[in-house]
C-alpha cells in the first residue's frame, strides 16, 4: 500500500503572541503556499486515482493545503486528528496507523502534516534513511508493509523553485 506523507504549503511567519495559545494552529497559508499546494495536489493526483483514507492535521495551514488534494483526487474517508501536529509523536502515530491498517487495509493512506513530525514519521517507517527535510507542500511516498510494521521511502516530490 502507499503512504503519501505531505507537508502543509508555505504559511504566514509566526506573529508576535506566537507562544498564545492557539496562535501557530491559526496560521493561514500564503498565496505562494496556496500555488504550491495546488501543485503538489496534481501531482498526487496524476499518481494516484484515489486515496481511501486522509488524516489531516486541524491546524488551519494543513487544512487549507488537504483542499487543495480533495478538489485534484476522490478520498474515501477523511479524518482530522490532533495527533499529527508539529509537536506529536510520530512513533506513536505510526505504530497505530500500521496496526488499523492491519485491521482495516487501504491501498492509499494521505497524511498532511507539520515539520517536524513529518520528518520523524517517515524515518521511523523506513529506519534506513536520516529523518529527511521536507520543503512546504512536500510529499514522501512510501511503501507501506503493516504487518511487517515498516515502510520503504520511494519517492519524494519537491517543487522546482525555477524561474
Known amino acids: 500500500?502507499?503512504?503519501?506523507?505531505m507537508r502543509h504549503g508555505e504559511a504566514e511567519?509566526?506573529?508576535?503572541?506566537?507562544?498564545?495559545?492557539?496562535?501557530?494552529?491559526?496560521?493561514?497559508?500564503?498565496?505562494?503556499?496556496?500555488?504550491?499546494?495546488?501543485?503538489?495536489?496534481?501531482?498526487?493526483?496524476?499518481?494516484?486515482?484515489?486515496?481511501?483514507?486522509?488524516?489531516?492535521?486541524p491546524y488551519i495551514r494543513a487544512q487549507q493545503t488537504f483542499q487543495h488534494v480533495s478538489h485534484?483526487?476522490?478520498?474515501?474517508?477523511?479524518?482530522?486528528s490532533s495527533e499529527i501536529t508539529p509537536e506529536s509523536d510520530a512513533e506513536m502515530f505510526a505504530g497505530a496507523l500500521l496496526a488499523r491498517l492491519q485491521i482495516e487495509p487501504a491501498e492509499s493512506v494521505l497524511v498532511v502534516s507539520h515539520m517536524p513530525?513529518?520528518?520523524?514519521?517517515?524515518?521511523?517507517l523506513d529506519t534506513g534513511i536520516q529523518p529527511p527535510l521536507f520543503p512546504t507542500?512536500?510529499?514522501?511516498?512510501l511503501d507501506l508493509e503493516p504487518l511487517a510494521m515498516?515502510?520503504?521511502?520511494?519517492?519524494?516530490?519537491r517543487e522546482s523553485h525555477e524561474g
Open 1 to 5: 500500500m502507499k503512504l503519501y506523507v
Open 13 to 57: 511567519p509566526p506573529r508576535a503572541g506566537y507562544g498564545i495559545p492557539g496562535a501557530d494552529a491559526a496560521r493561514v497559508l500564503t498565496s505562494a503556499g496556496h500555488a504550491e499546494a495546488e501543485k503538489a495536489a496534481q501531482w498526487i493526483s496524476a499518481q494516484q486515482q484515489k486515496i481511501d483514507l486522509a488524516i489531516v492535521s
Open 137 to 141: 507542500s512536500g510529499i514522501a511516498v
Open 72 to 80: 485534484q483526487i476522490p478520498i474515501e474517508v477523511i479524518e482530522e
Open 150 to 157: 515498516s515502510g520503504k521511502l520511494k519517492t519524494f516530490y
Open 117 to 124: 513530525f513529518v520528518c520523524y514519521l517517515v524515518s521511523y
